[in-house]
């Protein structure tokens, strides 16, 4: 569920009467459900991944499995490989729990150079998308 906490500036305020909104707080999106098409749980939004150069968000870091944080797996997932569910207050990534399973993922210990434009093109060929600094232009 959307964390809906901050003053103004949550996502689902009076002022958007359930639209979706332009501009979110980042402490309203990080903890956010994240489904697939199917409505399967593939885990919550730990973490947001921001371009200084640019300010844009590049990935999130999904966090999937694990209890209690123990044995979970953390994966980036491009900004555009997510989409909004107003109604259902979360977001959805068009990818089933297999795929998510077999995705290039870390743990909390060792975390992938998100700079590198190499490490970059292959999560989004992974998650068919195009790479974040290309949807600038």
Avoid: Q
């Amino acid at each position: 569920m959307i964390n809906e906490t901050r003053g103004g500036g949550g996502m689902f305020n009076t002022r958007t009467n359930g639209a979706s909104p332009r501009l979110l707080s980042v402490d309203s999106l990080v903890g956010n459900e994240v489904h697939n098409l199917e409505g399967d749980d593939l885990g919550g939004i730990k973490d947001m991944m921001l371009d200084v150069h640019t300010g844009h968000v590049a990935y999130v870091v999904l966090s999937f499995g694990g209890i209690f944080g123990m044995g979970e797996k953390l994966f980036a997932v491009p900004w555009n490989a997510l989409t909004l569910d107003t109604k259902e207050k979360r977001f959805i990534l068009n990818a089933d729990k297999e795929k998510l399973k077999n995705a290039p993922g870390f743990d909390k210990a060792n975390w992938p150079d998100m700079a590198d434009r190499t490490w970059g093109d292959k999560i989004h060929s992974y998650y068919g998308t195009k790479h974040y600094s290309e949807t600038l232009r």
